[in-house]
Every structure is written in C-alpha cells, then in structure tokens.
C-alpha cells in the first residue's frame, strides 16, 4: 500500500497513543503462565502483539479480545501445552526472543520462526544463554529462524550481557522463572526495565538494583488487572512532528513515561525543544503522564553510550528531527540499528538522500547536518514501521506531496497512525 502525505501547515489537537508494544508484548506472556485470569486493559493493536497474543493462544491460554482490552486465562508455570503447530512471532524480535524464554523451560519441543525481516536477524544472543541454562535450540545456520526448543529442566545461571538487550534480558528472566535457584542478569548498560516491573507486579520474586536482576524460580504468578499505558515510542513520531512544522501545539495523554524510556523527553529538552510533562501518575507499576509540546527551535545534539541504547528505537524519528536543528545531530554507538526490522542505518540514510537531505552514515551510527530542508520524494518504508513513520513525519515539511511505499508497515506497531496524523495535520 502506497500513502500520499501532503505538507503540513500545523500540527496540533490531542493524540490518542496504542498501548505500549514492550509492555502489552510483557503481559501477555506472563498472563499465559499465571495463574487465574488476567485482563489487560489498553494492549497495543499492533501486529507484533497481536502475533505473541497467537502465539500463547497457541500455547493453551485463553485469550479474549473485546477492542483494546484483553483477557487471558493462565495455565499457570507448569501448564502449558505443546503447540500443534509451528509458532509464528510475525516480524516481532521481542516476541521471538521473549517467548523463547519460556519455551525453553516447558516439557515439550516447540517452533518458532516470523516474517522474512525476521528470519535475518541474529537469535544467538539468546541462544547462548538459554543452552547454558540446559535449553537445546537449534536454529537455520546456528543463528537465525526458525528455532526449534527442547525444552528441559533448566537450572539458574549468572549472566553478563554482552549486548544491550531488553529482549535479551527478558529471555533470560523469564526462563528463569523455571529455573531452580536463583538466575542473575547483569547489565552493563542499563535498558528499558519493563520485565522486572511487570514480574515484581505478577507477584514473582524479583530483585533489580544497580544493573544487577535476580529472579528466584520456580516462581507462582498470580492472574492481574492491568492497564497499559500510551507508547512513548509512538509518541516519537508526533513530537518530532510538532517540533518540525511551525506553528504546532500538540496534547499527548495517557504516555508511558517509564524512566528507561522517557530519556527521550530529556533528550529533547536539551535540545531547547519546547516539551512538557504534565499529570504523572502510576499504573500497573509503570509511569504515565501528559506531554505538551510546541513548535519552536531544536538545537541539535550528541547522542552516544547509554543515552543511545536508551532511545535506540527512536533513532528513525530523531535523524529526520535532525535535518531542521540548529546544528544537526550526530548517533554513535548504534551498531544495533544494523539488526533492527531493517537496516536502519542504511534505510534512514536512503530515505534522507531522496528527499535530498545531506546524511553520513557509518557502521554505527550516524551524522545528519542541520539547517536542511525536505524535498518531495517517493519514500519507502523497506516493510519497516518505524522507518514508514520517521518519514511520513518527514514528508509533512517537504516542499511537495511524498509517497511512502508499503506504508502498511507501521501496523506492526501503530494501525491508526495514518488517520491520527490526519486528523492533527493541517
Ligand atoms: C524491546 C527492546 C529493544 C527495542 C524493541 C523492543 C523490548 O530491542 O528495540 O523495539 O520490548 O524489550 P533490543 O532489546 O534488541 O535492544
């Protein structure tokens, strides 16, 4: 599907988010091995969550969908059952490698594999640590899906990350909950902590301080109530959109403001972006807030180390913010963006050069000058939600009308993203 998106004069009204894609991908599958029944109110209608809401469907829990609430009936740690069929996490990373956390400690072998995106990104990273717990996992040239998991008896390990994964560190936590003993996670970088929050909510025995995650298994979760809050990564888009067309005023309610993700809001104040947070409340163990933000000079920046694993996934969104800043703005220490749904180094510096935007780019990371402006282009989203939505963000301060290729994409996390920008452009 091609999408036509005609400059913007202004932005502004009130944005209403999709849930959180981390933490709906997160209740759900710890609602599946608790016990009772668990309603998860506000889960995100994207493709990805819907794809791990299949997947433990699939696994024996029962899941109801009434609009954006969500019931599942837990089997409990021990019950669930073997599925008839291969597993399918769709284009979803966090799916694929969360779910295999808990695969590896059943009874019996399980499939899973996803989309063509997803059969080329790296599963070793949680393979490693899963078959030093005793998991046996095979996998399409040692490292990439489809996996096959023998589930076994695992017993807790002590693990350092080497890389900077939430996914990773979930993986590990998870199998842990079926672990005897004590599983440790070590994380030199910190990233976002949505899985300790939501074990500690489930009930589980679960301690986090200062980089260093414990979880006693085998552990007993209890069914809850929970309410997801607006995704600050969806939010991404429409704040950059605010700061990029003059005269914007935009009102997001409801958005998850955990402390590993809001860096993004500190990001952009350092910056001078106009950006306010207003009303902070807590839900179902998670932050929530209201953001305000007006149009108005961004000076550009530096992002680099922990800053960039923090905001790794709103590169997209930033690079684009960069082309108008004052001073542009420079990403390192991004290799990660190379293993995304796409490349995105490599599709962020694509698209920017067809809208004749100047962009280095680098093994990992990037340098987008500013003081540039968007020229008209057929855009493509390379089958990439985020990259579909950086640059429908773009095409709104381009000199003419842009098409953006398989804008579709942005469904995997955002379905009503097109007729919400709609709605505040004008
Ligand atoms: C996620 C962690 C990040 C992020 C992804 C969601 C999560 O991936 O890019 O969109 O929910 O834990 P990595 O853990 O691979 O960095």
Redesign the pocket.
């Known amino acids: 599907m091609n999408e036509l998106i005609s400059p913007a004069r202004s932005i502004h009204g009130a944005v209403m988010l999709p849930g959180d894609?981390?933490i709906s991908?997160?209740f759900a599958m710890l609602s599946a091995i608790a016990e009772g029944t668990s309603t998860i109110r506000n889960y995100s209608g994207g493709a990805d969550c819907q794809s791990t809401l299949g997947c433990v469907e699939a696994l024996g829990a029962v899941v109801e969908r009434d609009g954006k609430d969500v019931t599942v009936r837990g089997r409990g740690l021990e019950g669930l059952r073997a599925p008839a069929a291969r597993l399918d996490a769709g284009n979803s990373?966090?799916a694929i490698?969360?779910l295999s956390g808990i695969l590896a400690g059943q009874k019996f072998i399980s499939e899973i594999a996803g989309d063509e995106s997803l059969a080329r990104r790296p599963m070793d990273r949680i393979m490693q640590p899963l078959a030093d717990m005793g998991a046996r996992i095979e996998a399409r040239e040692g490292r990439f899906p489809p996996l096959r998991i023998e589930g076994r008896p695992l017993h807790a390990i002590d693990y350092t990350l080497p890389?900077?994964?939430?996914?990773?560190?979930?993986c590990v936590l998870f199998a842990g909950l079926f672990a005897e003993g004590t599983t440790i996670v070590r994380e030199p970088v910190r990233?976002?902590d949505?899985?300790e929050l939501a074990l500690r909510e489930f009930g589980a025995d679960i301690s986090a301080r200062k980089g260093v995650i414990s979880v006693t298994g085998p552990a007993r979760l209890e069914a809850r109530e929970l309410v997801v809050p607006g995704d600050l990564?969806a939010a991404a888009f429409f704040l950059v959109a605010a700061l990029l067309i003059p005269d914007s005023n935009l009102v997001i309610s409801g958005v998850g403001l955990n402390p590993t993700r809001s860096s993004l809001l500190d990001f952009l104040a350092g910056m001078g972006a106009n950006v306010r947070v207003l009303d902070v409340r807590q839900e179902s163990g998670e932050l929530v807030g209201d953001i305000s933000v007006r149009s108005g000079p961004v000076r550009g920046g530096v992002l680099e180390g922990a800053m960039t694993?923090a905001l790794?996934?709103e590169v997209p969104a930033l690079a684009v913010l960069g082309a108008v800043t004052e001073h542009g703005i420079v990403v390192r220490d991004a290799s990660?963006l190379r293993v995304?749904e796409t490349d995105r180094i490599a599709t962020i510096a694509e698209n920017l050069g067809r809208m004749g935007v100047q962009v280095e780019a680098c093994p990992d990371g990037l340098r987008v000058p500013g003081g540039q402006r968007f020229r008209a282009a057929e855009l493509d989203s390379f089958g990439d939600h985020r990259i579909a939505m950086a640059f429908s963000i773009a095409a709104l301060a381009a000199d003419g009308p842009c098409t953006i290729r398989s804008a579709e994409a942005a469904s995997v996390s955002f379905p009503e993203f097109y007729s919400t920008l709609r709605q505040i452009a004008s």
Not at 163 to 170: E, G, H, Y
């Open positions: 894609k981390s991908h997160r990373g966090s490698r969360m890389v900077a994964s939430a996914q990773v560190k979930t990233t976002r949505h899985t990564s694993a790794i996934d990660e995304k």
